[in-house]
């Protein structure tokens, strides 16, 4: 059976079109977290290991990507 991914913005988007949208569903199957553009539904998308996407996260919340 194939799952698709369940793609969703954060809460924190205010639809000003630079959005990216992250599907969670795929992580205990296949330990996989996929990214792709809102404004491309249909192009493609980046696969992170769970852990990578975590520690990413991490650091954007912590700042260390502050520009």
Known sequence: MTVSPQYFKSSYS??????VEVAVNLIDAH??????DSKNPEGPSLGFAS????SFVAGVKAGDFAV
Do not use: K
Request: glycine share 12%.
């Open 14 to 19: 205010n639809n000003g079109g630079a959005c």
């Open 31 to 36: 330990d996989l977290v996929p990214v792709r």
């Open 51 to 54: 852990a990578a996407f975590a």
